[in-house]
């Protein structure tokens, strides 16, 4: 957890007279789904800041979110995009053959792929799919280096182990050095 979530998390009691567990038996009780509905019964209902009652919403529907880097990995590749974790496993160990510096960082639906900067982004984009965002800013798109907007210049699409070659490797490598 960083450091300003830590804080606001330990401020709390004295700023809104309730502790993050008290406020989650609050949300629970009402029995609200959407992340505005939360916000506004707090700010409304209770008085809390915008700012601490968006950071109470965050926390209470991240609650059992899975934390772990392994656990947010395995929660992408389970049920019907199982058949793309060796899809991804492929394009990980590829990667970080590039160097040392590789830093794999998983999120909830996405994967991140940094050096000093993110040079790729892997996700599962359906069942059958895997996605590949690639930052080569300057290369021209081709029929499977599609042009992108976004966090990514260029995304690609990998749908069968064969897939993850040399041309892929290429492009993701140029991203890294471009990192």
Same mark, same amino acid.
């Given at each position: 957890?960083?450091?300003?979530?830590?804080?606001?998390?330990?401020?709390?009691?004295?700023?809104?007279?309730?502790?993050?567990?008290?406020?989650?038996?609050?949300?629970?009780?009402?029995?609200?789904?959407?992340?505005?509905?939360?916000?506004?019964?707090?700010?409304?209902?209770?008085?809390?800041?915008?700012?601490?009652?968006?950071?109470?919403?965050?926390?209470?529907?991240?609650?059992?979110?899975?934390?772990?880097?392994?656990?947010? &990995?395995?929660?992408?590749?389970?049920?019907?995009?199982?058949? *793309? @974790?060796? %899809?991804?496993? $492929?394009?990980?160990? /590829?990667?970080?053959?590039?160097?040392?510096?590789?830093?794999?960082?998983?999120?909830?639906?996405?994967?991140?792929?940094?050096?000093?900067?993110?040079?790729?982004?892997?996700?599962?984009?359906?069942?059958?799919?895997?996605?590949?965002?690639?930052?080569?800013?300057?290369?021209?798109?081709?029929?499977?280096?599609?042009?992108?907007?976004?966090?990514?210049?260029?995304?690609?699409? &990998?749908?069968?182990?064969?897939?993850?070659?040399?041309?892929? *490797? @290429?492009? %993701?490598?140029? $991203?890294?050095?471009? /990192?």
């Amino acid at each position: 957890m960083d450091a300003a979530t830590q804080s606001m998390i330990d401020n709390l009691p004295k700023n809104t007279g309730k502790s993050l567990e008290e406020w989650y038996a609050v949300l629970s009780h009402a029995g609200l789904e959407k992340h505005a509905e939360m916000v506004a019964y707090l700010k409304g209902g209770h008085g809390v800041s915008h700012g601490y009652a968006n950071g109470i919403v965050l926390q209470y529907r991240s609650r059992d979110a899975a934390t772990s880097d392994d656990d947010l &990995v395995d929660a992408q590749y389970a049920g019907p995009r199982a058949g *793309l @974790r060796p %899809l991804y496993e $492929a394009v990980i160990s /590829a990667v970080r053959q590039f160097g040392d510096d590789v830093d794999v960082r998983p999120k909830r639906a996405s994967v991140s792929l940094r050096r000093s900067k993110q040079f790729a982004l892997v996700e599962p984009a359906s069942a059958k799919r895997l996605q590949l965002g690639i930052n080569v800013r300057g290369t021209a798109p081709t029929e499977r280096l599609k042009a992108a907007t976004g966090m990514c210049t260029h995304n690609v699409s &990998v749908t069968s182990i064969d897939e993850v070659d040399e041309e892929l *490797l @290429r492009w %993701l490598r140029k $991203a890294y050095e471009l /990192a």
